[in-house]
């Protein structure tokens, strides 16, 4: 069981990048999914996510209007589509699903932005 995350990179501000999670021995549908972040020296933050019940996404502000995310559920995949990059996006991003108590969470892909 396990969540594995890839995608990261190097890009330049303004450009895109899309990160993608895909799940393994376990299936989506029943869990919260999304994403959190971590940038150095600062603490782990929500970015996005979406709901298990309904499908409702949420945003940190920061990223509202940029960011993207989306979970194919035939793929076990939850994918962050990430546009107008800005330097301070630049962090270790780990993707997470949860369902009660139960909390799986991948290694994480470094995205930075700069020129």
């Known amino acids: 069981v396990q969540l594995q995350a890839s995608g990261g990179g190097l890009v330049q501000p303004g450009g895109s990048l899309r990160l993608s999670c895909v799940a393994s021995?376990?299936?989506?549908?029943?869990?919260?999914i999304g994403w959190f972040r971590q940038a150095p020296g600062k603490k782990r933050e929500g970015v996005s996510c979406i709901t298990s019940i309904g499908g409702n996404t949420y945003y940190t502000d920061s990223v509202k209007g940029r960011f993207t995310i989306s979970v194919d559920n035939a793929k076990s995949a939850i994918d962050l589509e990430m546009s107008s990059v800005k330097p301070e996006d630049t962090a270790v991003y780990y993707c997470y699903a949860k369902m009660g108590p139960t909390e799986f969470w991948g290694k994480g892909t470094l995205v930075t932005v700069s020129s």
């Open positions: 021995g376990f299936t989506l549908d029943a869990y919260d």
